[in-house]
């Protein structure tokens, strides 16, 4: 998995092209770990997710548990495939996907 990260101000957009699963989860939870500081805005584009595991999915609670203490979180071009992932789930119902 490759990550891309974009900030500026309060405001941070992580791009995420692979795969997030157990061996790269924790590559993504410690790039969150350092970077979530002062921001108010997290954006994690999928465009180029191909799949996510239990792994990624912990992941990103994680990420919104944090988010939801100071901020927002938007997952934005989900493909099928995760969205399938996210509905089974139940992801779906707590994560702001667009």
């Known amino acids: 998995m490759n990550i891309n990260k974009n ?6 957009t992580l791009c995420l092209s692979g795969r997030l699963d157990t061996v790269t989860a924790p590559q993504l939870e410690e790039e969150l770990k ?8 997290l954006n994690l584009d999928f465009k180029d997710l191909a799949y996510i595991s ?3 999915l912990r992941v990103l609670l ?10 927002t ?9 995760i969205m399938e992932v ?3 789930t139940g992801f779906r119902d707590i994560l702001t996907i667009e």
Not at 7 to 12: D, I, M, T, Y
Not at 62 to 69: D, G
Not at 73 to 81: D, L
């Open 7 to 12: 900030g500026s101000g309060n405001n941070l």
């Open 34 to 41: 350092n970077s979530l500081t002062g921001v108010s805005q």
């Open 54 to 56: 239990s792994a990624g």
């Open 62 to 71: 994680f990420a919104q548990k944090t988010m939801n203490k100071q901020g």
């Open 73 to 81: 979180m938007v997952i934005r071009n989900v493909n099928e495939t």
């Open 86 to 88: 996210f509905d089974i």
